[in-house]
């Protein structure tokens, strides 16, 4: 079991940032890529980007390419989530989750993902 615990959300102004942490514990090293969904209005569950968590090679989706950075602290065993020049699109309950393996584009899915935190609300306000 892996348990993930996200922190860091509230509510920034468009054009803010905004920094989400992942803490994972249990048998980390089963997972193998690490990724951020969000929940918003017109989505559920949407894919935000995700790290491969050997190989430190981190995958966004369109809208939020160029604007959010997904990185890793080892030490902490915390995968991070740097959200420059947010929109109000981007409003939403933010989520983490671990999968044991996923390839390429699989891991956009959110059926890769074996576990999952509890969320984290962000809201931008316009």
């Known amino acids: 079991q892996v348990q993930l615990v996200e922190s860091g959300g509230g509510l920034v102004q468009a054009g803010g940032s905004l920094r989400l942490s992942c803490a994972a514990s249990g048998r980390t090293f089963s997972a193998s890529t690490m990724g951020w969904f969000r929940h918003t209005p017109r989505q559920e569950r949407e894919f935000v980007g995700s790290i491969d968590w050997t190989a430190d090679r981190a995958y966004y989706s369109d809208s939020v390419k160029g604007r959010f950075t997904i990185s890793r602290d080892d030490p902490k065993n915390t995968v991070l989530l740097q959200m420059n020049g947010v929109l109000p699109e981007d409003t939403g309950v933010y989520y983490c989750?671990?999968?044991?393996?996923?390839?390429?584009?699989?891991?956009?899915?959110?059926?890769?993902?074996?576990?999952w935190g509890q969320g984290t609300q962000v809201t931008v306000s316009s």
């Open positions: 989750a671990a999968a044991h393996s996923c390839l390429g584009d699989g891991c956009y899915d959110k059926q890769a993902y074996n576990y």
